[in-house]
């Protein structure tokens, strides 16, 4: 299984950036998938999940209007839109994949333990910055 986000880097605030994630080795739309990021000093934060289809999201209550998820199974490939960046975005990202095919969701505060997910990329990183 891998996993390869890509898109990450140097965006002014109130900018935009499409991250993807490449998955191989397994078969991708078995699985639902989701992006969680970790900014330094903190733990990882939970920003949105995508069924095997396509058609059922879940997204974090503070990312909501921001960020997007989307997948295209015939690449292989899931996707983090994100709008309307602050300086707080400032971290990791992840692309992970789910443990069966429909996605679930945390709380905000909710602790997000890696062993809830079957694989992690390397991670891209977002800076946010004037």
């Known amino acids: 299984v891998q996993l390869v986000e890509s898109g990450g880097g140097l965006v002014q605030p109130g900018g935009s950036l499409r991250l993807s994630c490449t998955a191989s080795?397994?078969?991708?739309?078995?699985?639902?998938m989701h992006w969680v990021r970790q900014a330094p000093g903190k733990g990882l934060e939970w920003l949105s999940a995508?069924?095997?289809?396509?058609?059922?999201?879940f997204t974090a209550e503070s990312m909501k209007g921001r960020f997007t998820i989307s997948r295209d199974n015939a690449k292989n490939t899931l996707y983090l839109q994100m709008n309307s960046l602050k300086s707080e975005d400032t971290a990791m990202y992840f692309c992970?994949?789910?443990?069966?095919?429909?996605?679930?969701?945390?709380?905000?505060?909710?602790?997000?333990?890696?062993?809830?997910?079957?694989?992690w990329g390397q991670g891209t990183q977002v800076t946010v910055s004037s």
């Open positions: 992970a994949k789910g443990r069966t095919a429909l996605a679930h969701y945390y709380r905000a505060n909710d602790v997000v333990p890696a062993t809830d997910f079957g694989a």
């Open positions: 080795g397994f078969t991708f739309d078995d699985y639902a």
């Open positions: 995508i069924n095997w289809d396509g058609r059922g999201t």
